[in-house]
T-cell receptor, first 113, second 114 residues
Framework: NAGVTQTPKFRILKIGQSMTLQCTQD?????MYWYRQDPGMGLKLIYY???????DKGEVPNGYNVSRSTTEDFPLRLELAAPSQTSVYFC????????????FGQGTRLTVV | AQSVTQLGSHVSVSEGALVLLRCNYS??????LFWYVQYPNQGLQLLLK??????LVKGINGFEAEFKKSETSFHLTKPSAHMSDAAEYFC????????????FGTGTRLLVSP
């Protein structure tokens, strides 16, 4: 099984550019999440979705947007890249409610210069 | 609000020694607790989880953790470290009702020396 797939794995952006980080899961999970990981800071929740058409902000949503048009896909959009968005981004998914395990993608390492 | 505190950003052990990674949580409702492991350049993988059943939880790769409500702790242990255990470990908490959003600790990097 593919699980959670993120693309690209690496990207360098210039300040002010925009890009979309892609995330797809093939487990028919209702819940999907975007986290960013910064050294010594753990993982911070950017946005999450409880199902197609439903999204909500996490702890650090500023500078990002998301959409959830299908159960499988949960892309993260950066509109005007800033150096503060240099980070490793992880997408995750799990089943609705219950104590179910969250499955993580391999991550996207983004550098904004 | 829920939070977790992981004591020690780095822990060094010798191969064969006991591994102890500390996690204390804060939660106004009964929590679910998790330990995840992250190997270099990879995503997070679940090691084990506490979901209000047995307080001593066994996970993969010989790890276990004990939920102690009186100490609000969920420390991760392994009797004998192996070189392959070198990784970063994250403790996480979520409420056990409603939307179960994971809140992560800052992580502990485990270093294992020969």
């Amino acid at each position: 099984n593919a699980g959670v797939t993120q693309t690209p794995k690496f990207r360098i952006l210039k300040i002010g550019q925009s890009m979309t980080l892609q995330c797809t899961q093939d487990m028919n999970h209702n819940y999907m999440y975007w986290y960013r990981q910064d050294p010594g800071m753990g993982l911070k929740l950017i946005y999450y979705s409880v199902g197609a058409g439903i999204t909500d902000k996490g702890e650090v949503p500023n500078g990002y947007n998301v959409s959830r048009s299908t159960t499988e896909d949960f892309p993260l959009r950066l509109e005007l890249a800033a150096p503060s968005q240099t980070s490793v981004y992880f997408c995750a998914s799990n089943q609705i409610e219950g104590n179910t395990e969250a499955f993580f993608g391999q991550g996207t390492r983004l550098t904004v210069v | 609000a829920q939070s977790v505190t992981q004591l020690g950003s780095h822990v060094s052990v010798s191969e064969g020694a006991l591994v102890l990674l500390r996690c204390n949580y804060s939660s106004s409702v009964p929590p679910y607790l998790f330990w995840y492991v992250q190997y270099p350049n990879q995503g997070l993988q679940l090691l084990l989880k506490y979901t209000s059943a047995a307080t001593l939880v066994k996970g993969i790769n010989g790890f276990e953790a004990e939920f102690k409500k009186s100490e609000t702790s969920f420390h991760l242990t392994k009797p004998s470290a192996h070189m392959s255990d070198a990784a970063e470990y994250f403790c996480a908490v979520s409420p056990n009702t409603g939307f179960q959003k994971l809140v992560f600790g800052t992580g502990t990097r485990l270093l294992v020396s020969p």
